[in-house]
Protein backbone atom coordinates (compact mmCIF):
# COMPACT_ATOMS: atom_id res chain seq x y z
CA UNK A 1 0.00 0.00 0.00
CA UNK A 2 1.36 3.27 -0.91
CA UNK A 3 1.64 6.20 1.32
CA UNK A 4 -1.36 6.93 3.62
CA UNK A 5 -1.50 10.23 3.18
CA UNK A 6 -1.86 10.36 -0.36
CA UNK A 7 -5.66 11.08 -0.33
CA UNK A 8 -5.23 13.90 2.34
CA UNK A 9 -7.11 17.63 0.86
CA UNK A 10 -8.52 15.27 -2.29
CA UNK A 11 -11.93 16.45 -3.49
CA UNK A 12 -14.55 13.24 -3.82
CA UNK A 13 -17.92 13.23 -4.88
CA UNK A 14 -20.02 10.35 -3.27
CA UNK A 15 -23.84 9.40 -4.13
CA UNK A 16 -25.76 7.56 -1.95
CA UNK A 17 -24.40 9.62 1.01
CA UNK A 18 -27.07 10.00 3.38
CA UNK A 19 -27.04 6.19 4.68
CA UNK A 20 -25.96 2.89 4.63
CA UNK A 21 -22.58 2.49 2.74
CA UNK A 22 -22.30 5.64 1.18
CA UNK A 23 -22.16 7.06 4.84
CA UNK A 24 -19.65 5.35 6.20
CA UNK A 25 -17.61 6.06 3.04
CA UNK A 26 -17.76 9.47 3.63
CA UNK A 27 -16.50 9.11 7.37
CA UNK A 28 -13.98 6.74 5.55
CA UNK A 29 -12.27 9.54 3.61
CA UNK A 30 -12.68 12.24 5.86
CA UNK A 31 -10.74 10.54 7.83
CA UNK A 32 -8.38 10.00 5.32
CA UNK A 33 -8.40 13.85 4.96
CA UNK A 34 -10.13 13.46 1.43
CA UNK A 35 -13.24 16.76 1.05
CA UNK A 36 -16.64 14.98 0.48
CA UNK A 37 -19.34 16.23 -1.43
CA UNK A 38 -22.33 14.62 0.03
CA UNK A 39 -24.88 13.61 -2.54
CA UNK A 40 -28.15 11.77 -2.28
CA UNK A 41 -32.18 13.24 -2.13
CA UNK A 42 -32.52 13.52 1.47
CA UNK A 43 -31.40 16.88 2.94
CA UNK A 44 -31.31 16.57 6.40
CA UNK A 45 -29.36 13.19 6.10
CA UNK A 46 -27.17 14.42 4.39
CA UNK A 47 -26.46 17.42 7.12
CA UNK A 48 -26.39 14.72 9.58
CA UNK A 49 -23.58 13.03 7.80
CA UNK A 50 -21.51 17.06 7.15
CA UNK A 51 -22.01 17.11 10.75
CA UNK A 52 -20.53 13.81 11.40
CA UNK A 53 -17.43 14.23 9.09
CA UNK A 54 -16.78 17.89 10.44
CA UNK A 55 -16.97 16.30 14.07
CA UNK A 56 -13.82 14.52 12.63
CA UNK A 57 -12.19 17.93 11.11
CA UNK A 58 -13.03 16.92 7.94
CA UNK A 59 -14.32 18.62 4.92
CA UNK A 60 -18.04 18.26 3.42
CA UNK A 61 -20.05 19.67 1.22
CA UNK A 62 -24.25 18.90 1.44
CA UNK A 63 -24.94 18.40 -2.33
CA UNK A 64 -28.84 17.50 -2.83
CA UNK A 65 -29.35 15.25 -5.74
CA UNK A 66 -32.19 13.18 -7.60
CA UNK A 67 -30.00 10.82 -9.77
CA UNK A 68 -33.46 10.68 -11.64
CA UNK A 69 -33.20 14.24 -13.02
CA UNK A 70 -30.67 15.59 -15.45
CA UNK A 71 -30.08 18.93 -14.40
CA UNK A 72 -29.77 18.27 -11.16
CA UNK A 73 -26.72 15.77 -11.76
CA UNK A 74 -25.23 18.93 -13.62
CA UNK A 75 -25.87 20.79 -10.77
CA UNK A 76 -24.50 18.80 -8.43
CA UNK A 77 -21.14 18.37 -10.03
CA UNK A 78 -20.96 22.26 -10.79
CA UNK A 79 -21.53 22.63 -7.26
CA UNK A 80 -18.87 20.96 -6.44
CA UNK A 81 -16.48 22.10 -8.80
CA UNK A 82 -17.44 25.45 -7.42
CA UNK A 83 -16.58 24.56 -4.05
CA UNK A 84 -13.56 21.93 -3.90
CA UNK A 85 -12.20 23.40 -7.56
CA UNK A 86 -11.78 19.85 -8.60
CA UNK A 87 -12.92 16.35 -8.39
CA UNK A 88 -10.12 13.89 -8.06
CA UNK A 89 -12.91 10.60 -7.51
CA UNK A 90 -15.93 9.97 -8.33
CA UNK A 91 -18.08 7.36 -6.30
CA UNK A 92 -21.34 5.98 -7.74
CA UNK A 93 -22.53 4.16 -4.81
CA UNK A 94 -26.49 5.40 -5.14
CA UNK A 95 -28.86 2.43 -5.37
CA UNK A 96 -31.50 0.73 -4.47
CA UNK A 97 -33.86 -2.60 -5.30
CA UNK A 98 -37.12 -4.84 -3.97
CA UNK A 99 -37.24 -8.68 -3.35
CA UNK A 100 -40.15 -9.51 -5.35
CA UNK A 101 -41.42 -11.46 -8.87
CA UNK A 102 -40.74 -9.47 -11.63
CA UNK A 103 -44.56 -8.83 -12.39
CA UNK A 104 -45.31 -7.84 -8.82
CA UNK A 105 -42.51 -4.63 -10.05
CA UNK A 106 -44.93 -1.49 -10.99
CA UNK A 107 -43.57 0.12 -14.21
CA UNK A 108 -42.69 2.72 -11.96
CA UNK A 109 -40.11 0.59 -9.38
CA UNK A 110 -38.43 -0.79 -12.83
CA UNK A 111 -37.97 2.64 -14.10
CA UNK A 112 -36.42 3.76 -11.16
CA UNK A 113 -34.19 0.93 -10.60
CA UNK A 114 -33.04 1.58 -14.21
CA UNK A 115 -32.86 5.34 -13.83
CA UNK A 116 -30.57 5.77 -10.20
CA UNK A 117 -28.78 2.45 -10.37
CA UNK A 118 -27.42 2.40 -14.33
CA UNK A 119 -28.52 5.66 -16.00
CA UNK A 120 -28.26 8.20 -13.15
CA UNK A 121 -24.63 6.79 -12.97
CA UNK A 122 -24.00 6.49 -16.37
CA UNK A 123 -25.28 10.33 -16.83
CA UNK A 124 -23.11 11.49 -13.82
CA UNK A 125 -19.97 9.73 -15.05
CA UNK A 126 -20.44 11.51 -18.36
CA UNK A 127 -20.58 14.88 -16.65
CA UNK A 128 -17.59 14.50 -14.38
CA UNK A 129 -15.21 12.71 -16.58
CA UNK A 130 -14.62 15.89 -19.08
CA UNK A 131 -12.96 17.66 -16.15
CA UNK A 132 -10.89 14.09 -14.94
CA UNK A 133 -9.62 13.85 -18.79
CA UNK A 134 -8.60 18.00 -18.89
CA UNK A 135 -6.51 17.38 -15.26
CA UNK A 136 -5.26 13.64 -16.72
CA UNK A 137 -5.83 12.03 -13.65
CA UNK A 138 -8.98 10.95 -11.61
CA UNK A 139 -10.64 7.75 -10.06
CA UNK A 140 -14.13 6.65 -10.83
CA UNK A 141 -15.50 3.93 -8.53
CA UNK A 142 -18.87 2.12 -9.21
CA UNK A 143 -20.29 -0.05 -6.52
CA UNK A 144 -22.55 -2.76 -8.65
CA UNK A 145 -23.33 -5.90 -6.47
CA UNK A 146 -22.57 -9.57 -7.02
CA UNK A 147 -25.46 -9.64 -8.49
CA UNK A 148 -23.41 -7.81 -11.18
CA UNK A 149 -22.01 -10.94 -12.00
CA UNK A 150 -24.24 -13.81 -11.36
CA UNK A 151 -28.06 -13.94 -11.65
CA UNK A 152 -30.72 -14.40 -8.92
CA UNK A 153 -34.44 -14.60 -9.45
CA UNK A 154 -37.00 -11.67 -7.77
CA UNK A 155 -34.61 -9.35 -8.51
CA UNK A 156 -34.22 -9.30 -12.55
CA UNK A 157 -34.67 -5.36 -13.23
CA UNK A 158 -31.75 -4.95 -10.17
CA UNK A 159 -29.62 -7.79 -11.80
CA UNK A 160 -30.38 -6.02 -15.30
CA UNK A 161 -28.99 -2.36 -13.88
CA UNK A 162 -26.19 -4.21 -12.03
CA UNK A 163 -24.68 -5.97 -14.99
CA UNK A 164 -24.98 -2.31 -16.91
CA UNK A 165 -22.67 -1.27 -14.51
CA UNK A 166 -20.34 -3.99 -14.58
CA UNK A 167 -19.95 -3.93 -18.35
CA UNK A 168 -20.04 0.11 -18.23
CA UNK A 169 -17.38 -0.11 -15.90
CA UNK A 170 -14.99 -2.36 -17.65
CA UNK A 171 -15.57 -0.94 -21.29
CA UNK A 172 -15.20 2.83 -19.83
CA UNK A 173 -11.56 1.45 -17.90
CA UNK A 174 -10.32 0.38 -20.93
CA UNK A 175 -11.35 3.72 -23.30
CA UNK A 176 -9.48 5.94 -20.24
CA UNK A 177 -6.89 4.76 -18.92
CA UNK A 178 -4.35 5.45 -20.96
CA UNK A 179 -5.43 9.48 -20.16
CA UNK A 180 -4.61 8.75 -16.52
CA UNK A 181 -8.21 7.64 -15.61
CA UNK A 182 -9.33 4.55 -13.23
CA UNK A 183 -12.55 2.84 -13.12
CA UNK A 184 -13.00 0.42 -10.17
CA UNK A 185 -16.18 -1.83 -10.07
CA UNK A 186 -17.03 -3.20 -6.97
CA UNK A 187 -19.06 -6.57 -6.01
CA UNK A 188 -20.50 -6.97 -2.88
CA UNK A 189 -22.54 -9.67 -1.65
CA UNK A 190 -24.95 -8.80 1.21
CA UNK A 191 -24.44 -5.36 3.06
CA UNK A 192 -25.89 -4.62 6.60
CA UNK A 193 -27.58 -1.31 5.36
CA UNK A 194 -31.03 0.04 5.05
CA UNK A 195 -31.45 -1.40 1.09
CA UNK A 196 -34.52 -2.74 0.74
CA UNK A 197 -36.21 -1.32 3.15
CA UNK A 198 -34.00 -2.50 5.90
CA UNK A 199 -32.44 -1.17 9.17
CA UNK A 200 -28.70 -0.85 9.52
CA UNK A 201 -27.46 -3.40 12.19
CA UNK A 202 -30.11 -5.76 11.69
CA UNK A 203 -29.16 -8.04 9.74
CA UNK A 204 -27.15 -11.11 10.85
CA UNK A 205 -23.07 -10.49 10.94
CA UNK A 206 -22.36 -14.01 9.89
CA UNK A 207 -24.08 -13.54 6.38
CA UNK A 208 -24.09 -9.85 6.03
CA UNK A 209 -20.96 -7.48 5.74
CA UNK A 210 -20.28 -3.91 7.96
CA UNK A 211 -20.69 -1.60 6.12
CA UNK A 212 -17.56 0.24 7.51
CA UNK A 213 -15.69 -2.91 6.04
CA UNK A 214 -16.78 -2.22 2.71
CA UNK A 215 -15.85 1.61 3.01
CA UNK A 216 -12.02 0.30 3.99
CA UNK A 217 -11.97 -1.81 0.94
CA UNK A 218 -13.32 1.38 -1.31
CA UNK A 219 -10.26 3.32 0.70
CA UNK A 220 -8.08 0.49 -0.51
CA UNK A 221 -8.78 0.81 -3.82
CA UNK A 222 -8.00 4.51 -3.89
CA UNK A 223 -4.82 4.05 -2.16
CA UNK A 224 -3.14 2.10 -5.24
CA UNK A 225 -0.45 3.09 -6.84
CA UNK A 226 -1.14 5.01 -9.78
CA UNK A 227 0.04 2.35 -12.29
CA UNK A 228 -2.42 -0.30 -10.82
CA UNK A 229 -5.88 -0.62 -10.95
CA UNK A 230 -7.89 -3.20 -9.37
CA UNK A 231 -10.55 -2.96 -11.85
CA UNK A 232 -12.94 -5.97 -10.74
CA UNK A 233 -13.41 -6.27 -6.64
CA UNK A 234 -15.90 -8.78 -5.34
CA UNK A 235 -16.46 -9.47 -1.55
CA UNK A 236 -18.90 -11.47 0.26
CA UNK A 237 -19.89 -12.82 3.73
CA UNK A 238 -18.36 -16.20 4.51
CA UNK A 239 -21.83 -16.81 5.79
CA UNK A 240 -23.89 -16.18 2.64
CA UNK A 241 -24.61 -18.47 -0.19
CA UNK A 242 -22.60 -17.38 -3.56
N1 LIG B 1 -27.06 -3.63 1.01
C1 LIG B 1 -26.74 -4.65 0.22
O1 LIG B 1 -26.99 -5.85 0.54
C2 LIG B 1 -26.03 -4.39 -1.08
C3 LIG B 1 -25.37 -5.45 -1.72
C4 LIG B 1 -24.68 -5.21 -2.90
C5 LIG B 1 -24.66 -3.94 -3.44
N2 LIG B 1 -25.33 -2.92 -2.82
C6 LIG B 1 -25.28 -1.58 -3.42
O2 LIG B 1 -24.65 -0.71 -2.51
C7 LIG B 1 -25.04 0.63 -2.82
C8 LIG B 1 -25.39 1.38 -1.54
O3 LIG B 1 -26.61 0.86 -1.03
P1 LIG B 1 -26.83 0.64 0.53
O4 LIG B 1 -26.76 -0.82 0.76
O5 LIG B 1 -25.97 1.54 1.33
O6 LIG B 1 -28.39 1.04 0.66
P2 LIG B 1 -29.12 2.21 1.46
O7 LIG B 1 -28.68 2.21 2.89
O8 LIG B 1 -30.56 2.05 1.18
O9 LIG B 1 -28.57 3.56 0.76
C9 LIG B 1 -28.95 3.87 -0.57
C10 LIG B 1 -28.50 5.29 -0.90
O10 LIG B 1 -28.93 5.58 -2.26
C11 LIG B 1 -29.54 6.88 -2.26
N3 LIG B 1 -30.55 7.02 -3.31
C12 LIG B 1 -31.66 6.26 -3.52
N4 LIG B 1 -32.40 6.75 -4.53
C13 LIG B 1 -31.74 7.85 -4.99
C14 LIG B 1 -31.99 8.79 -6.01
N5 LIG B 1 -33.11 8.76 -6.77
N6 LIG B 1 -31.09 9.79 -6.24
C15 LIG B 1 -29.99 9.87 -5.46
N7 LIG B 1 -29.68 9.01 -4.47
C16 LIG B 1 -30.56 8.02 -4.23
C17 LIG B 1 -30.18 6.98 -0.86
O11 LIG B 1 -30.36 8.34 -0.48
P3 LIG B 1 -31.75 9.15 -0.53
O12 LIG B 1 -32.87 8.21 -0.21
O13 LIG B 1 -31.53 10.23 0.49
O14 LIG B 1 -31.82 9.70 -1.92
C18 LIG B 1 -29.12 6.33 0.01
O15 LIG B 1 -28.15 7.27 0.38
C19 LIG B 1 -26.19 0.51 -3.83
O16 LIG B 1 -25.70 0.75 -5.14
C20 LIG B 1 -26.61 -0.94 -3.71
O17 LIG B 1 -27.21 -1.43 -4.90
C21 LIG B 1 -26.01 -3.12 -1.65
Same mark, same amino acid.
Given at each position: ??????? &????? /? /??????????????????????? @???? &? %???????????????????????? %???????????????????????????? @????????????? &?????????????????????????????????????A???GR????????????K???V??????????? %?????????????? %??????????? &????????????????????????????????????????
Amino acid at each position: MSDATNL &RRQAV /L /LTGASRGLGRHTALRLARAGMRV @ALCA &R %DRSALEGVAHEVEALGGEALVCPL %DLRDAAQIDAAVTRTLDAFGRIDVLINN @AGLGWYKPFTEWT &REEIDTVLSVNLAGLIHLTHAVLPHMLERGSGYLVNVASDIGRRVIPNMAAYVAAKHGVVGFSGALLREVK %DRGIRVSVLLPGII %DTYFGGGEEGS &RDPSWSLHPADVAAVIETLLRQPPGLVLDEVTLHPLGQEF
